[in-house]
């Protein structure tokens, strides 16, 4: 599997519903980010979660982050139509070595039903 | 709240011509980044950008691509002579310190026809 791989690939759910999104990947990484792009545009970034951290929140957003088994997880809580959009993790090498880019995942497309 | 600026958001070209794609980064940023995503697929890192010169370029970068900073706001990606596998949506992001959030534009749409 390529670094950043995420599932599920589509996600169809409820409004009011909760929903989880995973990423794997396969390098050291100083943290990992999660971005949305609503169909067409830009990318937002969501949050980030350094590799010394297990667990971080923003509104209704939690992440968590296991460096042992090179994993991560969105979860969306209560969730609205307006969150309808593709969620990608990318990571970030470690702080110092060759590279500074991020590398990106194959993303989740979220269906948030009305 | 600043953010990373991106013109034009969408560019035909033909094939074999040169395109300029241009990106005004946030103003305290120091790392600059072009990324491009083919439509239904990934994005996909291109070059970054350091102290007024390229820092890592990817395969995809060849010599066709070329970046520039030419006035300490400004920041292009330039395409020799287009093919049409370089249609793609084109993202600028910056950063001020290569551990923390990049910060993208709202993207080109560059259509080789």
């Known amino acids: 599997s390529q670094q950043g791989e995420e599932d599920p690939q589509a996600l169809s759910i409820q409004e009011g519903e909760n929903a989880t999104m995973n990423c794997s990947y396969k390098?050291?990484?100083?943290?990992l980010q999660w971005y949305r792009q609503n169909s067409g545009r830009g990318l937002v970034h969501l949050i980030l979660?350094?590799?010394?951290?297990r667990e971080k929140h923003s509104g209704r957003l939690r992440v968590t982050l296991d460096t042992s088994k090179k994993s991560s997880s969105l979860l969306i809580t209560a969730s609205r139509a307006a969150d309808t959009a593709s969620y990608f993790c990318?990571?970030?090498?470690?702080?110092?070595?060759?590279?500074?880019?991020?590398?990106f995942g194959t993303g989740t497309l979220l269906a948030v039903q009305p | 709240e600043p953010e990373v600026t991106q013109t034009p958001s969408h560019q035909v070209t033909q094939m074999g011509q040169e395109v300029i794609l241009r990106c005004v980064p946030i103003s305290n940023h120091l790392y600059f980044y072009w990324y491009r995503q083919i439509l239904g697929q990934k994005v996909e890192f291109l070059v970054s950008?350091?102290?007024?010169?390229?820092?890592?370029k990817s395969e995809i970068f060849d010599d066709q691509f070329s970046v520039e900073r030419p006035d300490g706001s400004n920041f292009t990606l330039k395409i020799r002579s287009t093919k049409l596998e370089d249609s793609a949506m084109y993202f600028c992001a910056s950063n001020w310190d290569t551990s923390y959030e990049q910060y993208f534009g709202p993207g080109t749409r560059l259509t080789v026809t």
């Open positions: 950008f350091y102290n007024n010169e390229i820092s890592e």
């Open positions: 979660i350094r590799s010394n951290e």
């Open positions: 990318a990571t970030a090498p470690p702080w110092g070595g060759a590279t500074n880019k991020l590398i």
């Open positions: 390098t050291s990484i100083n943290n």
